[in-house]
C-alpha cells in the first residue's frame, strides 16, 4: 500500500506544520520523556545488527550496573516489570494455597503474576497520604496461609506505611515484594527503594521513570533468592524478532513524539519510514487475566543497551522531576488542595504528581488540558487498572479510583 502510505505521509506533514506554525502543538504526552537522541540512536544501529539481539553480554552488563546503582546484591533483566514480579514470586517459592497481602489499587497485570503462579491474592486498603499500602489494613488481612505482602511506591513517593510495614512482615515472618515500577531510583534514609524488602521489581515500560518501551528488572540482597531468580531468568526465552523490530522502532517515533524540540516533519517522517504500529505493554489477554504464549521472556541486548544508556540519565531526570513537583506543590497551595506526603528522610522521584479532585474532574480532564496546559493521567481507573475485575472492602482504594488524577512532572509544566 505504498499510495495510502503516501497520502498518510502529506497529511501527518500537513497537519504538523500547522501545529508547528500555530504554535500550539498537542500537550506533550506521558510517555518516553527521558528518550533523548542518544537513545534513538541505539535503536537505529540495533535495527541493523538483529543477528546479535539475542547476545547474552550486553544484557549481563546492564544487570550487573542496574545492581550496583541501585546498590543491589543481584539483578534480573526481564522484558516487563510483570515478569520480574514473576521471578521475584518464584524465588519467594509462593506455591498454591499461599496468599500474599497486595495493595487494592495497582495494575491488573501485578494480580495477573500471582494468578499464573497459582497464588492467592488478598486486598489491603491504602492510605492518601502516599498511595500505599495502609500497615493497619494489611495487619487485618494476615492469616496463618500468608506468605509474604506486596508493597509499592506509587507515583515514585515512598510509601508512608514502608517502616511499618517491613516491622510487621518481621514479626510475622512474611517475605516483602516491593513494587518499584513507578519509583526506580528514589531513596529511603541511605538507601535506594527496593533494596528493604526481601525481593524488589522495577519496570522500564515507557510511561516509566526510565525506559526502554517494555522491560523489567528484579532484584535480591539475599544470595538463595538470586539463584532461584537467576533459574527464572535462564528458563524464559528471547521475545519474538518481531516484537524486537517493533520496540525499536517504537523507541524512534517515541522520542520524537515527546521531545517538543523534534523538527515538525521528524515525525511524520518517521511513521513513514519506520511504520505506526507502538508496541502495546498490556495485550488483550492478559487485560482479561489470560496467559499470552511466549509470555515469560528476558530482556533482548537492545533494551539492555538502552536501560545501560537510560540509567546513566536517571539520577539527572529524577531530579528534574523533583523540580516540578515543587511547581506543583505551589500550585495546590493555591488551589487549597492536599499535597502528597514526602516521607521523613525519603527522595521521591515524582512520576507523577498525585491529586485527589472532584470526581467530576477525573472523569473528564479537559479542564488542565486548557487551564494547565498539561495532559493529567488518569492511574488508576479502577483497582485493577485497567481491568474491571472488583475489588471491595478498600474505601480508601474507591475514593482515589474516582479522585485521585496524577499530573506530568517531565518536561517542566508551565505554573
Ligand atoms: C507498570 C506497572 C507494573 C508493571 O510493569 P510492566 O513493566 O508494565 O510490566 C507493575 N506495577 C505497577 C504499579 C505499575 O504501574
Known amino acids: 500500500m505504498p499510495q495510502a502510505k503516501l497520502i498518510r505521509l502529506a497529511s501527518e506533514l500537513f497537519h504538523s506544520g500547522m501545529d508547528y506554525w500555530r504554535d500550539t502543538p498537542d500537550l506533550p504526552p506521558l510517555t518516553g520523556m527521558t528518550l533523548d537522541q542518544d537513545d534513538a540512536e541505539i535503536a537505529r544501529g540495533w535495527l541493523r545488527r538483529p543477528a546479535e539481539w539475542n547476545d547474552l553480554s550486553g544484557v549481563t552488563a546492564f544487570e550487573q550496573s542496574f ?3 541501585n546498590g543491589s546484591r543481584s539483578a534480573f533483566a526481564l522484558s516487563a516489570g510483570r515478569k520480574a514480579l514473576s521471578a521475584c514470586i518464584h524465588a519467594l517459592e509462593l506455591k498454591p494455597g499461599d496468599e500474599v497481602i497486595v495493595p487494592g489499587y495497582t495494575c491488573v497485570v501485578v494480580q495477573n503474576a500471582f494468578d499464573f503462579a497459582g497464588v492467592s491474592t488478598v486486598y489491603c486498603d491504602i492510605e492518601l497520604d502516599t498511595f500505599g499500602p495502609e500497615a493497619q489494613s494489611i495487619a487485618s488481612r494476615i492469616t496463618p496461609r500468608t506468605k509474604a505482602i506486596l508493597l509499592h511506591h506509587l507515583y515514585g513517593l515512598v510509601c508512608r506505611d514502608y517502616e511499618a510495614i517491613l516491622k510487621l512482615a518481621r514479626e510475622g515472618r512474611l517475605k516483602v515484594i516491593e513494587d518499584c515500577a513507578h519509583a526506580t531510583g528514589a531513596r529511603f534514609r541511605d538507601r535506594r527503594v527496593g533494596t528493604y524488602g526481601d525481593v524488589a521489581f522495577y519496570s522500564c515500560e515507557w510511561s516509566k521513570v526510565f525506559t526502554t518501551i517494555v522491560g523489567g528488572v528484579a532484584v535480591t540482597n539475599d544470595p538463595r533468592l538470586a539463584e532461584r531468580m537467576k533459574q527464572f531468568t535462564a528458563n524464559c526465552g528471547w521475545p519474538a524478532p518481531a516484537a524486537v523490530d517493533e520496540q525499536l522502532r517504537t523507541v524512534i517515533r517515541a522520542f520524537l513524539q515527546a521531545k517538543a524540540g523534534a523538527r515538525w516533519w521528524a515525525l511524520p517522517w518517521a511513521r513513514f519510514v519506520h511504520g505506526i504500529h507502538d508496541t502495546v505493554s498490556t495485550s488483550d489477554a492478559e487485560m482479561e487475566g489470560r496467559r499470552p504464549e511466549d509470555y515469560f521472556t528476558r530482556m533482548p541486548a537492545p533494551a539492555a543497551e538502552l ?6 540519565k536517571l ?6 522531576r523533583r523540580q516540578a513537583a515543587a511547581k506543583w506543590d505551589g500550585w495546590c497551595d493555591g488551589q487549597g488542595l492536599r ?9 521521591p522521584v ?7 479532585v472532584d470526581p467530576k474532574r477525573k472523569r473528564d480532564t479537559n479542564w488542565a488540558k ?6 493529567p493521567g488518569v492511574w488508576f481507573k479502577t483497582h485493577l487498572h485497567p481491568s474491571a475485575r472488583p475489588v471491595t472492602g478498600c474505601p480508601n482504594a474507591d475514593r482515589a479510583v474516582a479522585e485521585c488524577i496524577n499530573f506530568p512532572c517531565l518536561p517542566m509544566p508551565a505554573l
Open 307 to 312: 536501560g545501560q544508556n537510560q540509567l546513566r
Open 315 to 320: 539520577d539527572r531526570y529524577n531530579e528534574a
Open 370 to 375: 486548557r487551564e494547565l496546559k498539561v495532559n
Open 67 to 69: 545492581a550496583q546503582w
Open 350 to 356: 515524582f512520576l507523577r504528581y498525585p491529586v485527589l
Open 339 to 347: 499535597k502528597p506526603l514526602v516521607l521523613a528522610e525519603s527522595q
